[in-house]
């Protein structure tokens, strides 16, 4: 079955820098685009960024841009997020998805936490 194991979360300073992963199985991982999603505190899930099969193509939401890269390894089924310059609004539970036609497959998500 689909599996999706988030790591690399955690308490940063602002302006600090993280980096998550996210190791994938249960599924021909290059052959999908994965994407990076966030939930912060009283707000919905969002879409942070995502990369396509071979990391040629990648997209990024407008407030992540410039601090934040997503990729990928196809020979470690992993997908990454450097997280740069880090504010507290980058708060949030952070997770990794794949999408199935219309089924979308969710990791438990790992916590960042931006406080001084």
């Known amino acids: 079955q689909v599996q999706l194991v988030e790591s690399g979360g955690g308490l940063v300073q602002p302006g600090g820098s993280l980096r998550l992963s996210c190791a994938a199985s249960?599924?021909?991982?290059?052959?999908?685009?994965m994407s990076w999603h966030r939930q912060g505190p009283g707000k919905e899930r969002e879409l942070v960024a995502s990369?396509?099969?071979?990391?040629?193509?990648?997209n990024y939401v407008d407030s992540i841009k410039g601090r934040f890269t997503i990729s990928r390894d196809n020979t470690k089924n992993t997908v990454y997020l450097q997280m740069n310059s880090l504010q507290p609004e980058d708060t949030a539970v952070y997770y990794c998805?794949?999408?199935?036609?219309?089924?979308?497959?969710w990791g438990q998500g790992t916590q960042v936490t931006v406080s001084s």
């Open positions: 990369i396509s099969i071979a990391g040629l193509a990648t």
């Open positions: 998805n794949v999408q199935s036609g219309t089924r979308g497959f």
């Open positions: 249960g599924f021909s991982f290059s052959f999908y685009a």
